[in-house]
């Protein structure tokens, strides 16, 4: 029970009124962020992270997580009142999240998703809290092979089996790998595709990577398709924001089931919570079909209930991963595993030792904001709604502004702004082309860590190759990988076979 | 709103030839070039000390060799792609409003370029006004007015409270 007793020093820590500020600051400006079109947790992160590059770590620390939930409950909102998911873990939320404000019950559908989203992520951060030391003591045995294979399955995984194509997936990934190969070899020294510009020396910024791909390259994607493709209508959320006892307690199963599917995928580095929001609506959906009024189609608030947990669990898991094992599993973590590095932490097995006051004062945050959360956003969610009536040129020029005051901000230089416009392009171009995005993130998070293990498993064993599988864990993790690459080519063949939608 | 835009499209009806539709020879393309500046970066590179097995060049010849295989893979897919599904990309990418793209491009690049000369509130100003203007909203003078309180706020907000480092550019000459 010692988590507990750390836990409560936590919450002593963070319950001053600066950081409760911090808190309902970050929560309050993450949804915001999160309600805009277009707009996911990723992006809150990226845009406001400058905003706490000036406080002190705690502080900074504390804001992150209510920026980090509140990115995740806002970004459906825009999916169910406009049909526009904001992320793409919001995509399973709005098809019967929509079919609910279309039929007149968007308040219903906004309350089960914020309900959903609270249920996934406290579920989730409760086991972290118990978890959390547990992993971290196995990740002490973690050598580079074991990390290698890590990183190796968050590739394959992210780039073969969750996108839709294998070619389009590796190619963002190579570029991926490539933009993280930028700057100084940390083993050797050398100054790696640096062509003496010294700005590039400490390799790109992931913040400017982020934001660049994310929302440069969504202005420039909104502004090619200018008064082409017909323009998405708000549906107005009117009545109270409550949910009857009777759907209530239909609801609950699916929070319950949602969040299972969701908590693993946080620890498993696939890329973050897309997978099991398809699952957990996949399997709602198979239930309802047996149930004798099938609800699916016509607005199902359990289709709603549970993708949200889902993906809610699967951000509150990866934090888990993040602090214990030091392996960030979607952006929005590699942005927090920034934020510690910023300040001389190295999230990973050694965090709960060396800063730990931090960590506890961290998840404590955790549960502060999701219950800050609950109450921004179930009885105003009809208020959040009001920022989608921000005129899109105006939004987008606004989001323009703030992503480039972001990348200003994490170095003062004009060289990063370059960079930004460059990527930008590159995230046009790759959005005209279907090439998902995602595995660029994850190549250019999880680049060095592949890079420098396997380097490192060479140099340990005079560069035998069979070191890399020479331990249960990666033998495990290579095992894992194969099925997964078999099971989505039977998923594929299925899918191209037997049409449902 | 768009009558610009429009008038713009009708200029751009390029006649359909072999390139329609193949859209993803773009991302070939780029990946060939990025293997050749991977390339050419381990090739000129000063490497200092013993790296090892792989040493500072080996996962950038590695990287390399992936995006040579990816643009292959792609080039070949574009090569075999069926005429329907060609036809619906094509469909898709003729459908490109590149006015109000490259404008907004254009605003970031001259925001780029000219940051620290002309200074946070005046470049962060012109740029709201060129993406807002890039994206519909003809009121120049309007987005001009937005884009400056905007700006103003994050001023006052980062720069003075926050105590970030917004460059001044000409207001510090004045």
């Known amino acids: ?501 | 709103m768009n009558e610009r835009s429009e008038q713009a499209t009708g200029a751009e009806q390029a006649p359909r030839g072999w390139w329609a539709g193949r859209g993803e020879l773009v991302v070939a393309a780029l990946l060939i070039v990025l293997a050749l500046v991977l390339a050419y970066g381990n090739l000129t590179m000063d490497v200092v000390g013993e790296g090892g097995l792989l040493g500072p060049q080996g996962f950038g010849w590695l990287v390399a060799a992936v995006c040579v295989a990816v643009a292959a893979s792609l080039t070949i897919s574009a090569f075999r792609k069926p005429e329907d599904e060609r036809r619906v990309a094509a469909a898709e990418a003729k459908d490109t409003n590149w006015g109000a793209m490259l404008s907004a491009f254009a605003g970031l690049l001259a925001f780029t370029a000219l940051l620290e000369f002309l200074g946070w509130l005046v470049a962060a100003t012109l740029l709201f006004g060129m993406v807002a203007t890039a994206l519909g909203n003809r009121r120049v003078l309007w987005n001009l007015l937005v884009g400056f309180i905007l700006a103003g706020v994050i001023q006052i907000v980062f720069g003075g409270v926050l105590g970030l480092a917004l460059p001044a550019g000409l207001l510090d000459r004045w």
């Open chain 1, 1 to 501: 029970m010692d988590q507990l007793i750390n836990l409560a020093g936590g919450f002593g820590e963070v319950f001053t009124w600066q950081n409760m500020i911090w808190v309902v600051v970050g929560a309050f400006l993450g949804t915001a962020v999160g309600v805009m079109p277009g707009l996911g947790s990723a992006m809150a992160v990226a845009l406001l992270l400058p905003m706490t590059f000036t406080l002190d770590p705690l502080a900074s620390l504390i804001m992150f997580s209510g920026i980090y939930f509140g990115g995740l409950f806002g970004d459906s909102t825009a999916g169910i009142l406009m049909n526009t998911p904001g992320n793409s873990t919001a995509i399973a939320t709005t098809f019967e999240g929509h079919r609910m404000a279309l039929a007149g019950r968007a308040p219903q559908a906004l309350a089960t998703s914020a309900i959903g989203a609270f249920t996934g992520g406290m579920l989730a951060t409760v086991l972290v809290v118990f978890f959390a030391p547990t992993l971290a003591e196995l990740a002490t045995k973690f050598g580079p092979g074991e990390y290698f294979a890590l990183a190796l399955f968050a590739f394959v995984a992210i780039s073969t089996i969750v996108s839709e194509s294998a070619a389009r997936g590796l190619a963002a990934l190579g570029f991926g790998l490539a933009l993280a190969l930028v700057g100084i070899d940390q083993s050797t020294g050398s100054a790696r595709y640096t062509f003496e510009v010294p700005a590039l020396f400490d390799g790109i910024s992931i913040v400017v990577i982020t934001v660049a791909m994310l929302a440069i390259g969504e202005v420039l994607h909104v502004a090619s398709r200018l008064g082409r493709s017909n323009a998405a209508e708000l549906v107005p959320s009117q009545g109270r924001p409550w949910l009857t006892r009777p759907e209530f307690f239909e609801a609950l199963p699916a929070w319950l089931r949602g969040s299972a599917f969701g908590i693993p995928f946080g620890i498993i580095p696939a890329g973050g919570a897309e997978v099991p929001t398809f699952l957990a609506y996949g399997t709602e959906r198979r239930l309802d079909r047996r149930r004798a009024k099938p609800t699916f189609g016509t607005g199902s608030i359990r289709g709603v209930a549970a993708p949200e947990a889902a993906g809610n669990a699967t951000a509150g898991s990866a934090m888990g991963a993040l602090l214990a094992l030091g392996l960030p599993t979607s952006a929005t973590a590699a942005l927090l595993l920034a934020t510690f590095q910023q300040y001389g932490m190295q999230p990973g097995p050694l965090l709960f030792e060396r800063n730990g006051e931090i960590v506890w004062a961290l998840l404590a945050s955790l549960f502060i904001a999701m219950i800050a959360l609950l109450i921004l956003n179930l009885p105003f969610a009809p208020l959040w709604a009001k920022l989608l009536k921000i005129p899109q040129a105006h939004l987008y020029a606004g989001i323009t502004v703030f992503a480039s005051l972001g990348v200003y901000a994490t170095s003062a230089s004009t060289v990063d702004l370059a960079i930004m416009c460059a990527l930008g392009l590159l995230g046009f171009v790759m959005r005209r082309n279907d090439v998902p995005l995602a595995p660029i993130l994850i190549a250019v998070i999880l680049g060095p860590l592949a890079e420098y293990s396997l380097r490192d498993a060479m140099a340990n064993s005079n560069n035998d190759p069979l070191t890399l599988v020479s331990s249960p864990i990666t033998i495990g993790l290579y095992t894992l990988l194969v099925l997964g690459v078999v099971w989505a080519f039977w998923r594929r063949t299925r899918e191209s076979r037997a049409q449902d939608f």
